[in-house]
């Protein structure tokens, strides 16, 4: 499992998102790579950001039951968010093994682009 992890991270690196937009089809990968490489692993950050928050607010105010129902709700909702992105993920996956025959290839995993510093 390790090494498709691996390989897949290294395919994505090989993704460029702008590579010459000339057509319809072109425009559409563009903003389909734009969208799988910096909005889902943005919006997974978010949801895990809430969950933090909500640990925090929860612990910070133990006497202050409002306070830690508000935290209660971050955790939850910020749970609930990280699952759907995982189960629709894994739902897509699915479904393009199924029907799109994509054996042997990698599995797609969000991730921000490296920086070297």
Not at 6 to 25: P, S
Not at 41 to 51: I, N, R, T, Y
Not at 61 to 85: I, S, Y
């Amino acid at each position: 499992m390790f090494i498709h992890l691996a390989e897949a991270a290294d395919t994505l690196t090989q993704i460029t998102c702008g590579a010459g937009i000339t057509n319809l089809t072109n425009l559409i990968n563009f903003f389909t790579c734009t969208l799988m490489n910096a909005v889902v692993p943005l919006l997974g950050a978010l949801a895990v950001v809430g969950f933090i928050y909500g640990i925090i607010k929860y612990f910070l105010n133990p006497d202050n039951e409002e306070k830690r129902k508000e935290g209660k709700n971050f955790m939850f909702w910020g749970l609930v968010t990280l699952f759907v992105m995982v189960s629709i993920w894994g739902i897509v996956s699915l479904f393009s093994n199924s029907f799109l025959g994509n054996e042997g290839k990698p599995l797609f995993l969000p991730t921000l682009p490296e920086t070297k510093l």
